[in-house]
């Protein structure tokens, strides 16, 4: 019999990708989504989809009772750093909460498996680059304050209850797999957003602080692709079977600065790409590049798209097909 797994926003960006990858190996997978984010267009056809919110116990309840489930992976979050920093009690309410209502509901439950999308801005300004997992955790925004919660909840789940868990974190996915692509409203991420710029969507790009400790004075980020992302979940879900406590960093290495982004979009685009410099945003580090070595020793984990312009290029395809992201696709498909 094929392991059923309920993945919570799974109708998002890796999310969907993961579900994804999850079918091709023969899994049954549920997708519990409130498309407050997600679009039903990137959710492949034979998952099973449930409309429902992480906050409401009820509909968990029924969900798990109505359903056999092996283990929950959990991308439901809401993301923007900017925003978390405006209105830190949305991020607390949705991206903390919430995911105590998840696990309050998996422990009633007896599931016992859990892989937690977690984030790289848990580090903050780290004190080194490339970060290990064991490196100090001080979160520079609440976003990164808000997952933080949630690792310290599941390491006491994990003591007390017996949770077997996967915390990976990771800092920016990019590129496209196949038919499914970036497509967040409203967008706020690099790539697509430059790719905009490129299809004449938008006029310019911003990036938002030149004066930092860096090279060019920009930030530098650590891009990795989504499918290599999404293959990294799939290991952990399989070692949770046999080991009860999984940290990784998910990285690619090397870090990339938002002037060569832009100038890797304009190599591969050809477009000139014009840019506006603004002011730095509050909460960004200047430098945050993720060491995966762990993960790559431990379950011999290995990216397959390390090179930026070949994330770039994949997210162009993807963004040509689909100039105006899923929503021009039909969501007749369930």
């Keep these: 019999m094929a392991e059923s797994v309920l993945v919570t926003g799974g109708a998002g960006y890796i999310g969907g990708v993961v579900v994804s990858q999850l079918l091709e190996r023969g899994y049954q997978v549920i997708v519990y989504d409130n498309l407050s984010k997600g679009c039903l267009a990137s959710v492949p056809p034979n998952a099973k989809f449930v409309q ?18 092996d283990a929950v992976m959990h991308f439901a979050a809401f993301i923007e750093a900017g925003e978390s ?42 004190e080194r680059t490339p970060i290990e997992e064991t490196d ?30 996967a915390s990976l974190r990771y800092f920016n996915a990019a590129g496209a797999a196949g038919k499914q692509g970036e497509d967040h409203h409203p967008e706020s991420h690099l790539i697509p957003l430059t790719l905009q710029v490129a299809l004449g969507q938008r006029e310019s790009i ?20 989504v499918s290599d992302l999404a293959s990294a979940h799939l290991l952990v879900l399989d070692e949770l079977k046999r080991k009860d406590k999984l ?73 040509r097909a689909h100039p105006h992201g899923y929503s021009e696709q039909s969501a007749s498909s369930h």
């Excluded at 955790?137 to 077997?164: C, D």
Aim: charged share 25%.
């Design 52 to 69: 429902g919110d992480v906050s409401d116990r009820a509909a968990l309840d029924r969900l798990f009772q109505e359903n056999t489930i």
């Design 206 to 225: 911003s990036i938002f602080g030149t004066d930092y400790p860096t090279p060019d004075g920009t930030c530098i980020r650590d891009y990795i692709h």
């Design 85 to 126: 920093m405006q209105v830190p009690e949305k991020y607390f309410r949705n991206n903390t909460a919430n995911t105590l209502t998840l696990l309050e509901a998996m422990i009633a439950h007896k599931i016992s498996r859990f892989v937690f999308s977690s984030t790289a801005a848990l580090f903050g300004t780290p």
């Design 136 to 165: 100090k955790l001080q979160p520079t925004n609440t976003y990164g304050a808000s997952k933080h919660l949630v690792e310290q909840m599941l390491a006491w789940f994990h003591l007390i209850h017996g949770l077997r868990y």
């Design 247 to 319: 940290i990784y960093n998910l990285g690619n290495g090397r870090g990339f600065s938002v002037r060569e982004v832009i100038e890797t979009v304009r190599r591969v685009t050809g477009h000139s790409i014009p840019v506006k410099e603004a002011a730095r945003r509050p909460g960004d580090p200047a430098i945050l590049v993720a060491s995966s070595e762990k993960i790559r020793r431990e379950l011999s984990w290995t990216p397959r798209y390390s090179d930026l312009e070949a994330i770039v290029r994949s997210a162009w395809d993807w963004r």
